[in-house]
Nanobody, 124 residues
Framework: QVQLVESGGGSVQAGGSLRLSCAVS????????LGWFRQAPGKEREGVAA????????LYNDFVKGRFTISRDNAKNTLYLQMNSLKPEETAMYYC?????????????????WGQGTQVTVSS
């Protein structure tokens, strides 16, 4: 059974940094990507970044390029999202997910396993 547990969220001032972690277990060969998503109140869930399992391919949504970095420590079975230069509009619940379906890797519909989320609040 795939399990994803996020941590590392919190409150930070605009321009600050946070590193999110996601402990991953139970992945099978059917999962192709791990991704980070976020959802603000009243808004749709959106893809932030994704990394290919067993490879080096990383993809970022345009709005985080140059500020966020996705990485994975295979020895620790942990996915990370380093977030720098955070903006107030990036306040949201952040989720990690594992992809098992075909589709665009930054689309939530491609992912079938989800963590419970960790809250990130950026104040101005």
């Amino acid at each position: 059974q795939v399990q994803l547990v996020e941590s590392g969220g919190g409150s930070v001032q605009a321009g600050g940094s946070l590193r999110l972690s996601c402990a991953v277990s139970g992945l099978t060969n059917s999962s192709s990507y791990l991704g980070w998503f976020r959802q603000a109140p009243g808004k749709e869930r959106e893809g932030v970044a994704a990394i290919r399992i067993g490879g080096t391919t990383r993809l970022y949504n345009d709005f985080v390029k140059g500020r966020f970095t996705i990485s994975r420590d295979n020895a620790k079975n942990t996915l990370y999202l380093q977030m720098n230069s955070l903006k107030p509009e990036e306040t949201a619940m952040y989720y990690c997910a594992a992809a098992g379906a075909m589709g665009w890797v930054l689309s939530p519909s491609t992912y079938n396993y989800w963590g419970q989320g960790t809250q990130v609040t950026v104040s101005s």
